[in-house]
């Protein structure tokens, strides 16, 4: 199993960038899947999910309103819209994927990082001031 992300890159205080992460090996239409970010010198942490049948989605407060996470099951993957950026979103982005089906299609997808198993390689984000 793969998870491969993409679109990374540098961009300047208020403009944008769309990651994309597509899956391998397994399909994860029946399971959570989502964006964890780590800045240098700090932990991972969680910034956006979105549960299986995409209905439900959850964000990090701080990038509420500036962020859109969403998915493609028909293509095994997941996107992560980033509006509005700020220098302190500067991290590398991994993608992440729950292998369990934890039910109900309106159901708040998982925030915290041991829920998920499955995990790409990291895209870096670098927001110039």
């Known amino acids: 199993v793969q998870l491969q992300a993409s679109g990374g890159g540098l961009v300047q205080t208020g403009g944008s960038l769309r990651l994309s992460c597509a899956a391998s090996g397994r399909t994860f239409n029946r399971n959570d899947m989502g964006w964890f970010r780590q800045a240098p010198g700090k932990e991972r942490e969680f910034v956006a999910a979105?549960?299986?049948?995409?209905?439900?989605?959850y964000y990090a407060d701080s990038v509420k309103g500036r962020f859109t996470i969403s998915r493609d099951n028909a293509k095994n993957t997941v996107d992560l819209q980033m509006n509005s950026l700020k220098p302190e979103d500067t991290a590398v982005y991994y993608c992440a994927a729950d292998s369990r089906y934890r039910g109900g299609s309106d159901r708040i997808p998982g925030r915290i990082r041991n829920e998920y198993d499955y995990w790409g390689q990291g895209t870096q984000v670098t927001v110039s001031s």
């Open positions: 979105i549960n299986w049948s995409g209905i439900s989605t």
